[in-house]
């Protein structure tokens, strides 16, 4: 199975993903982790990727679809792979149908996590981190026993920059005005596939299992 993951920062695609790879046996491809092998691997695409990158600007669009066309044709995605964080625009989307059509491959499904901006906030903006031990609470759904104190260690507790309300707001709103563009992209060729992401862990996956069997049928 070819497969798209789609949803907000805070969804939990990191995890559904981890678990397609599980059950499925097909490799999760995500860009971050494919421009800095191409980096380390030293390629001609990752030499300019680094060039980009050791300046802390974006990879370009055509340096990020050529190390996705290097890593979809190596042997271990002939089965299946499944993207995480490819494509983020339109530009992206028709790069990758070309380099599918290329190699007679098409996406089988794209699994788009829905989250309401609001639930997304209270996940992240209310998260608490154990300096320690890095054990992860919620202020509204796991808070600590003691407040600002870990449960595990007794460490104290803290908000990454990252998570403060106004950084996250701004990660939702380039979200949406690149991603909204892409569900409509989908939704037209017929691939995209909605999951309730508000839902626990548990019952967003059953939800992906579901889907994922009836395609495989």
Same mark, same amino acid.
């Given at each position: ?59 370009? &669009? ?5 190390? $996705? *066309? @290097? !890593? +979809? ?10 993207? %995480? ?75 990454? &920059? ?5 950084? $996250? *707001? @701004? !990660? +939702? ?10 569900? %409509? ?33």
């Amino acid at each position: 199975m070819n497969l798209i993951l789609l949803g907000p920062p805070g969804a939990g695609k990191g995890t559904q993903a981890k678990r397609i790879v599980e059950k499925y046996g097909i490799p999760q491809i995500s860009t971050g982790d494919m421009l800095r092998d191409a980096v380390a691997k030293g390629t001609e695409l990752g030499k300019k990727a680094k060039e980009y990158m050791d300046k802390g600007e974006l990879v370009p &669009d055509e340096v990020v679809i050529g190390i $996705v *066309k @290097e !890593r +979809l044709m190596q042997p271990d995605c002939e089965s299946g792979f499944i993207l %995480d964080g490819f494509p983020r625009t339109i530009n992206q989307a028709e790069a990758l149908d070309d380099i599918l059509d290329e190699m007679n491959r098409r996406i089988d499904a794209v699994i788009n996590i829905a989250v309401p901006d609001e639930e997304i906030l209270k996940r992240i903006v209310y998260r608490r981190i154990c300096k320690e031990c890095g054990a992860v609470y919620n202020l509204i759904y796991s808070p600590p026993k003691v407040d600002g104190k870990c449960d595990k260690c007794g460490g104290d507790l803290y908000q990454r &920059d990252d998570d403060k309300e106004e950084t $996250v *707001k @701004e !990660r +939702l709103r380039v979200y949406r005005e690149q991603t909204a563009p892409l569900i %409509d992209y989908y939704s037209r060729k017929g691939s995209l596939k909605n999951v309730d992401g508000t839902k626990n862990i548990e019952e967003v996956w059953n939800q992906i299992v579901e889907l994922l069997e009836s395609i495989k049928e």
